[in-house]
């Protein structure tokens, strides 16, 4: 064991208050039993699951509810016992404020489990441990909601497992408090991750904000040569994926390259331990630890069941669960606001603020950009914020895309430094929206023109069988029939014309 | 001087005979500004701008034959996308081709369906499955929403269903609301 102090700083980042102690007080909560869950179908970046239960069926804790549909989506399981009510369209959390399909579970109160499967990875191969995986409905639980098996399996030999512990972002502790009460599972999950990448070695990367977990940390791995620590100061966002990489090794991942290219691959701690229960105990994807804090009068980290409603934790931390309040989902530099409270937990959903309306409506009026450049000096992605913004609003979006609007990370550093209150980052996602779905609608297009020009094709080869089988028919009726045949045809038309000659005579003569 | 005159020959019909032969191995299918003007047309295949499908109208482009506001599948976007490539001043859509709808497409009432398959036959895109006789559906992913199979069914039973804002096809609106910044959320 090590611990790791030189660092390399990136440009950029902010000092901001992390407001992080108000809900680090308590020890991690659970609540009751809710009345019902709530569990949308749709948790994961990728294809939506595959319902794989009736309705009105009875299902036990840890069954499969919905099977990941293809490689990149991911399952989702029963969180508890209980019947399966309804399939509709429900609110959930996401930006749009639009419903989705979700599946309601009526919990039984028994909480009975099915029959767990741990795994034996040390025996079994590498390749079959993964193939477990990708029916675990694991998906990345720092928020990105990337299915977890589809990291494991890469192309690139990888050597080193960074583990990011950073929580970068103000307001959020459910890592922080996962660390200090499962510092043991963190650890072995470690040697699992390691072993199923095939990786020699593992940095956790952590803030330097975070004494109380470092410490449990530091004594656990003390005897490993294998694992080590690697203390970042707080910055945000320091959790970035490409950061904390440059922060802890010095290495730049270039422009549209991956971490694995350079031999790393990255798991955030909540995944690493959502791995351990899988293999370890056979416990599919079903809670996740999560911070619930800003106005409530008690703000807490809650370890709870997908699909527990919102308003039951908000009302246990002590809050308003009323309709119009304001809730950020995420923290306060990327998250987005709430529909509304009744929504169910995801596996994305890391942390809600309670927040007043004056944190999401903005009273000082956005004035138009200086150009002071603040912002660019803050973009830890080194980007020119400015000109993202202006090519943003005004919709040239071509010319967004060459300022590298891609490689926006959505940290909202500059939009926190910028003098002028512009909200930037909502520019940039309008945008990036704009230019995604412009890419669909021309691929979509494209399909449309390949099926045209596909069926032209078709009635073309049709009619020239047509014309070629008429052709075959009559040079096999013989020369003579042939003749007969258009000597006939050559009467009757002969015998037509005259008569439709002699109808108009005789309407001419009327 | 004569082995300068036979080197520049010999250059001249060396880099002929390049030319030529590179005309014919690398022969640009078709007009390259019909395709540039298809890749702008939305592809519904509609007939809408009077001609046949999308490919027509992009040749009756090409040839000076046609305007450029003539697809209203394409919106008032795509005129200015072809007015940009064609160097030509924007114009208004003409309103005479139809108006511009919210992308829609096709559902069959499977119930009603005589399994006719004239629509079968209208669909400019092999989006409709089906045999004589049996019921008919509509493959929605590769619908375009051209309506051209609506006329020839005989009972009926084909509606457009304008498709409905979801959470995969939803986008981040233009930031009209005063939206409070990441600094004053955090410093709050
Ligand atoms: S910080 Fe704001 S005002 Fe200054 S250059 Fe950037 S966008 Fe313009
Ligand atoms: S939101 Fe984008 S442009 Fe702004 S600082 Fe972050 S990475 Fe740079
Ligand atoms: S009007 Fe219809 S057929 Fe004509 S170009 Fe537009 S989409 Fe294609």
Known sequence: MNIIDTIF??????????????????????IKMPKQLILPLRQHVGKVAKLKVNIGEKVLKGQLLAEADGNVSAAIHAPTSGTVASLEKQLIPHPSGLPDYCVTLIPDGKDTWVEKKPINWKKIDRKETIKKISESGIVGLGGATFPTHLKLNNNNEVKTLIVNAAECEPY???????????????????????????????????????????????????????????????????????????????IQIAKGKRSTEYGMQMFNVATIIALYKFIHCGEPSITRIITITGKVRTPNNYE????????????????????????????????YKLPSVNVPVTKAMNCVIDAEPEMIENNNPVLPCIRCAKCAEACPVNLQPQELFWFSQSNQFEK???????????????????PSNIPLVQYYRYAKSEIISDRYAKEEADIARERNDFRLERLQREKEERAKKIAERKANTSSDEKSKVIDEKRKAITEALERVKQEGVSEKND | MLTSVLVVLFLALLIGSILGFSSIKFKVDGDPIIDKIDSILP??????????????????????????????????????K????????????????????????????????????????????DAILGSAKHMHTIIEKECTGCELCLPPCPVDCIDMIAIQENTENWKWKYPVFNIKNQKQRVSH
């Open chain 1, 172 to 250: 959020i502790t459910c890592d922080d408090m996962l660390m200090r009460e499962k510092s043991a599972e963190l650890i072995e999950g470690i040697r699992l991750a390691l072993h199923l990448l095939g990786a020699q070695n593992a940095i956790i990367g952590i803030e330097d904000n975070k004494p109380e977990a470092i410490e449990k940390l530091a004594l656990l791995i003390k005897n490993d040569a294998n694992i080590s620590i690697k203390i970042v100061p707080t910055i945000y966002p320091s959790g970035d994926a490409k950061r904390l990489i440059y922060l802890i090794t010095g």
């Open chain 1, 9 to 30: 700083k990136f440009n950029g980042g902010i000092k901001a208050d992390t407001k992080k102690s108000v809900s680090t007080v308590r020890p991690i909560k659970k």
């Open chain 2, 43 to 80: 592809q519904t295949q509609c007939g809408q701008c009077s001609y046949p499908g999308c490919k027509p109208y992009a040749t009756a482009i090409a040839k000076g034959e046609a305007d450029i506001n003539q697809c209203p599948p394409g919106g008032e976007d795509g005129v200015r």
């Open chain 2, 82 to 125: 072809l007015a940009e490539l064609m160097g030509v001043e924007y114009k208004p859509l003409n309103e005479e081709h139809g108006a511009i709808k919210p992308k829609s497409i096709a559902i069959i009432d499977e119930d009603t369906c005589i399994g006719c398959t004239l629509c079968i036959q209208a669909c400019p895109v």
């Open chain 1, 304 to 335: 709870v069941l997908f699909g527990t409603p919102l308003s039951d934790l908000i009302i246990d931390a002590g809050g308003k669960a009323s309709q119009n309040g304001s809730f950020i989902m995420g923290g306060p530099m990327m998250g």
């Open chain 1, 400 to 418: 967004a895309e060459n300022y590298n609007l891609f490689d926006c990370i959505e940290c909202g550093c500059c939009s926190y430094v910028c």
